[in-house]
């Protein structure tokens, strides 16, 4: 494996990219926010990726692509890059039965201390190595799936085209804590203890709290401000959560309203916008957190010099993955539709109208370096 240079993933994909909330990078196509009938659903509710709405949402906004980038040729066969078994793999199969089309899927997790091995579990090919993607290519062209005019080819974002998992996923996570501890050394100022913030963070990330957090890092994020705050001490949140007590994040929000309510008026004020987001159903409630996500993650984006060491490089730094952005670029010169799908939250994901005015660019359009073998 070795460094390629600096490129983006506009690259290859242009603006055919949608982040969580399904409004396409392209401006050219209307994203679910306007065309939620068309797409088939019933209402202007977000799905989310497992969900069967999300796969019919995504089939008509490849087909929509697909009529402004090769007017006369439909689509007929999907590829899919993933980098989970059963999130991607549930996307590929509800996108396979939204659209009829004939697919192949290959969902990789880099495992470089076992042999190299490819298996198939139906149409889904699982690899311990992302330089398997060639491979994959050509049992899907074997299969009747070439990479040829008709086909499109679907590639994850997050820890498949750039921060691959097994390799780079980490520089991924940290872009995330980094945003946390951001946001909530910003909000505490003076107060803020790094080292309880990392004890706090570290604890309640970990699986056996997410029936409390929901593996939500929104509600974590704030869960670790209350915390610094002092609304509530560490040791009594885990002894609630413990004993059954605190169960879930709306609970955490009743439970330390009083305390909020006499907190300075920032906090208060935080406290009361969290928590109306929450009662009206939005599960990224904590904007100011993935705004600092945002800049947390496009500082990771091909900061680190051409000399760096690799091992820090592939901690460090977010970086794209050379396999599939070959594999991408191959697609493109042979009329393949390419689209990218990210999970990221929007305000994670894209400038504000500020940022935008100063130059700032979508995850999609910052500079990084590509890495892989
Ligand atoms: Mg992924």
């Keep these: 494996m070795r460094l390629f240079g600096k490129t983006t993933l506009s690259e290859f994909l242009g603006d055919n990219v949608v982040w969580r909330n399904l409004e396409p990078a392209d401006p050219r196509l209307p994203g679910l926010s306007a065309a939620w009938r068309e797409m088939g659903l019933e209402g202007p509710r977000v799905p989310r990726k497992a969900e069967p709405g999300y796969a019919r949402a995504i089939v008509h906004l490849l087909r929509q692509a697909q009529a402004l980038a090769a007017p ?14 059963l999130l991607d793999g549930t996307a590929y199969q509800n996108i396979l039965e939204a ?22 579990e139906g149409s889904i090919f699982v690899a311990n190595r992302w330089a398997l993607l060639g491979d994959f290519v050509r049992e899907a062209e074997r299969a009747g799936l070439p ?14 085209t750039f921060g691959a998992r097994g390799r780079n996923d980490g520089a991924v996570d940290r ?38 957090t929901a593996d939500n890092q929104d509600y974590l994020a704030y869960i670790c401000v209350a915390i610094g705050a002092g609304m509530i001490a560490f040791d009594e949140l885990l002894r609630e959560v413990e004993a059954g007590r605190l169960r879930d994040f709306a609970g955490f929000l009743q439970a330390v309203e009083a305390q909020a309510e006499r907190a300075e008026p920032r906090l208060a004020a935080l406290h009361r916008e969290i928590a109306a987001r929450v009662a009206a159903g939005d599960p990224t409630p904590f904007k100011a957190f993935r705004r600092r996500e945002y800049l947390a993650t496009v500082a990771r984006l091909g900061q ?63 500079p990084t370096h590509a890495f892989g073998a």
Excluded at 72 to 85: A, E, I, N, P
Excluded at 148 to 153: H, I, V
Aim: aromatic fraction near 6%; glycine fraction near 8%; proline fraction near 8%.
């Design 99 to 120: 659209s009829g089309w004939p697919g192949l899927a290959f969902i990789a997790a880099e495992k470089l201390a076992e042999p190299p091995r490819m298996t198939r």
């Design 304 to 366: 680190l010099p051409d000399d760096a060491p690799p091992e820090v490089r592939l901690r460090e730094e977010i970086l794209i993955t050379e396999e599939v952005r070959e594999v991408a670029l191959a697609a493109r010169e042979r009329g393949v539709l390419l689209f990218g799908l990210s999970d990221k939250p929007d305000e994670a994901s894209t400038p504000t109208l500020e940022q935008a005015a100063a130059g700032m660019q979508p995850l999609h359009r910052v």
């Design 147 to 160: 990479l040829a005019p008709g086909t499109a080819l679907v590639l994850d974002l997050d820890k498949t």
């Design 72 to 85: 006369g040729t439909g689509l007929s066969r999907l590829l899919y890059v993933g980098d989970t078994r």
């Design 175 to 212: 872009a995330r804590v980094d945003g946390v501890r951001e946001t909530v050394a910003d909000l505490l100022g003076p107060g803020f203890d790094q080292a309880a913030f990392d004890r706090a963070y570290g604890e309640l990330n970990q699986p056996a709290y997410h029936a409390f």
